[in-house]
């Protein structure tokens, strides 16, 4: 069975309690949103996207603090399209079936769009972006983790270094059989990623990128964020306007 069967499988076998599971009260994410939130305000930004919206939950908060915005979903998983529409009551017109690698939308179709906790499940989380910087006009916003903030200090620096050298998907290959990926019933599958891995991409489509760590335990260091936090929103701002 293929990593993207694998993957499948495990959200239409949840989906019933993916919120349950996913989506706590003050989590990363949850402070992520209130993030986003405020800079959709400043910004005056009034179409947006959620790339994997899962059961809708940014739908739900972000249509809650900004009622002019106007938002849209796109999930890959049917159960957890459905799984919106039934129980959290998100229109059924607010959320298109599909996949983040290849957006169904024209260039410049959004003047927004955001991802919560979805890179680290996409197998090929760079081209998500690429599509999410394609879409926009003014801002991208990625909550997501970051790798090199996780294990011992040694472990840590290793990351740093394998990937500067290109040699880290080797040896996280290596390191998980040859699958490249990991599995477990709290997160399903899900790959290695950090929010890093796409910050000179943004940083040319942007004027400002604004890192903000979510997490709740931020030590002081002059390594902050890249080796002490985890959970990081990354802010991508486009303050020129497209000729």
Known sequence: MNAETIQREYYERTAHLYDTAHAFEEDAHYLALKYISSFIGSLGISTALDVGCGTGRGIRYLSKKNPNLHLHGIEPVGALIRQAVSVNSIPAGSITHGFGHALPFA?????????????????????????????????????????????????????????????????????????????????????????????????????????????????????????????????????????
């Open 107 to 243: 260039d410049r179709s959004f003047e927004a769009t955001y991802e919560c906790g979805v890179l680290h499940h996409a197998k090929d989380p760079k081209r998500v972006v690429q599509e999410m910087m394609r879409v926009s006009t003014k801002a991208i916003f990625l909550s997501d983790e970051n790798r090199f903030a996780h294990g011992s200090r040694f472990v840590r620096w290793g990351k740093l270094f394998l990937c500067k050298t290109g040699l880290f998907s080797g040896a996280y290959r290596l390191k998980t059989l040859g699958k490249g990926y990991r599995f477990s019933e709290g997160d399903g599958l899900a790959y290695s990623y950090s929010v890093f891995d796409c910050a000179d991409a943004l940083s040319q489509w942007a004027d400002r990128v604004i890192l903000i760590p979510l997490d709740d335990n931020k030590p002081k260091s002059v390594f902050q964020p890249l080796l002490t936090c985890f959970h990081i929103l990354l802010c991508a701002v486009r303050d020129r306007q497209l000729g």
